[in-house]
């Protein structure tokens, strides 16, 4: 499991002219993995993680947005013999 957040902060200014420009972006992740191998010749993997992304400006159009993005995935990696693996993968992201 991995949780982590980012806050930055930037000042923009424009030597040619006496303008300055503030951004602030804050972002936080969410990501989790799990592996099974209780099943003989079999190694499942399962997953997900989920994004926080805040904007805002004072510049041009002063915008202040926002999104949320997720993901969830699975992988079956199958050793059908000593010299063959075959895996199998599905992921979803929204």
Do not use: I
Not at 8 to 22: F, G, I, K, V
Not at 25 to 36: C, F, K, M, N, P
């Amino acid at each position: 499991v991995t949780l982590g957040s980012q806050a930055r902060d930037d000042l923009a200014e424009d030597p040619a002219a006496p303008a300055q420009t503030r951004n602030e972006t804050r972002r936080g992740v969410l990501d989790a993995q799990a592996t099974h191998t209780g099943l003989e010749e079999h190694r499942v993997t399962l997953g997900g993680t989920a994004e926080w992304t805040h904007f805002r400006s004072d510049g041009f159009g002063a915008p202040d947005d926002h999104a949320f993005d997720q993901a969830v995935f699975a992988q079956d990696e199958w050793s059908a013999t000593e010299a063959l693996t075959v895996t199998l993968g599905a992921r979803r992201d929204e």
